[in-house]
């Protein structure tokens, strides 16, 4: 079982509103940080004292984060882009050693990209590229430990990494932490078709596990939620499990 990413990126279709900073390859400019409201409290006068104390502590606390911001996470994000776009342009070249990298300072590729600047947007999603390259070239722990690193607020994206994990977990024999990571690559999104091929990879696995009725049941939530992207299989997958 290997990971069509390719497949799932042709076929889903993207939100322009949602996803407008995202370009070829799954490239997304993430933001660096969330930002989080403040929420204060009044304290009776007699509390005067302590409410100074805490107050200051926190506004050393808020003053140190932009400082973080400013001084070291946005500088290493442009850091960090320059030697990302190298690795993609040697990866659009099929250079795919090249792009992976990590052997020398002069070619970080993703995985120096990863290493050097793993606190950044960036740097987790040469993460997620280099997992692929490893997946690629047959290393499927490696590409799962790299996949693992990756976070990101977009759900698709994040459906994909948990996909891509589980047919790590797969090639490494490893099918019932395939089925519990397909079962997070299908709640990670609300994107049908990513839900749809999910459901199907999962219910080939269960049914490859001989459970029967678990497989039965991912099948007929493709039967129930997803014709359009079926084409009518899933009856047959349906009455399969019947027989396997």
């Given at each position: 079982?290997h ?11 993207q939100?322009?509103n949602k996803h ?12 660096d ?12 006068e ?34 960090a ?7 993609q ?36 999603l ?7 390259l490893?997946?690629?070239a ?8 790299l ?45 049908p ?22 497989a ?11 014709k ?17």
């Amino acid at each position: 079982m290997h990971f069509n990413f390719t497949e799932i990126m042709a076929k889903h279709k993207q939100d322009p509103n949602k996803h407008e900073q995202e370009g070829k390859e799954t490239v997304e400019f993430f933001k660096d940080l969330d930002k989080e409201a403040l929420q204060t409290e009044r304290f009776v006068e007699k509390n005067s004292k302590l409410l100074g104390i805490i107050f200051v502590t926190l506004l050393a606390g808020v003053l140190g984060y932009f400082a973080y911001q400013q001084f070291i996470v946005a500088p290493n994000n442009q850091e960090a882009m320059k030697s990302y776009l190298a690795a993609q342009k040697n990866l659009s070249e099929a250079k795919d050693e090249e792009a992976l990298g990590g052997k020398s300072a002069a070619n970080p590729g993703f995985l120096g990209t990863e290493k050097e600047y793993s606190n950044t947007a960036v740097g987790k999603l040469s993460a997620y590229n280099a997992g692929l390259l490893k997946f690629k070239a047959g290393k499927y722990q490696e590409a799962y430990d790299l996949l693992d690193k990756f976070t990101s607020g977009n759900d698709v994206l994040m459906a994909l990494k948990y996909g891509a994990m589980a047919d790590s977990k797969s090639n490494l024999n490893k099918n019932d932490e395939a089925l519990s990571l397909l079962d997070k690559a299908i709640s990670a999104s609300s994107d049908p078709y990513t839900n749809y091929y999910f459901t199907k990879k999962a219910g080939t696995v269960a049914l490859a596990l001989n459970k029967k009725d678990l497989a039965k049941k991912y099948f007929t939530a493709i039967d129930e939620k997803y014709k359009d992207y079926d084409n009518g299989m899933s009856d047959a997958y349906i009455e399969m499990v019947k027989y396997y």
